[in-house]
């Protein structure tokens, strides 16, 4: 990760929603469309497959009727738990790795308040 412009990006995007919505909260919406374009960042990357597949089900959660906020809490920690470990990996460097630092922790704080 970290290795093309829409992936960089996108995680300057959700670290300025999750500041940003830190006082009144992330919608069920504006998620849907970090997920969006987090999917259109990651497409193609066979490595992530696992990744979008939390994506996707984070995703059909929040557009559900009835959204369950432990399903969503604990996806959450799943996403936290993988930028983290992306941030700590062998071929981690840079803004980048602060960035996923940043992220995991914002999505467990995030996830912890629902």
């Keep these: 990760m970290g290795s093309n412009v829409l992936e960089e990006r996108m995680l300057e995007d959700t670290l300025t929603t999750f500041r940003d919505g830190n006082q009144g909260g992330v919608s069920p919406a504006q998620g ?3 997920i969006d374009g987090w999917l259109q960042a990651l497409q193609g990357d066979p490595n992530l497959g696992q990744l979008q597949g939390h994506l996707n089900e984070l995703r059909t959660e929040l557009q559900a009727a009835q959204p369950n906020s432990q399903r969503i809490r604990l996806l959450m920690e799943g996403l936290a738990d993988q930028a983290q470990q992306t941030a700590e990996g ?4 840079g803004t980048w790795t602060g960035g996923l630092e940043s992220l995991s922790k914002m999505l ?3 996830g912890s308040k629902l």
């Design 108 to 110: 467990r704080n995030f």
């Design 32 to 34: 849907v469309m970090l």
């Design 90 to 93: 062998p071929n981690s460097e």
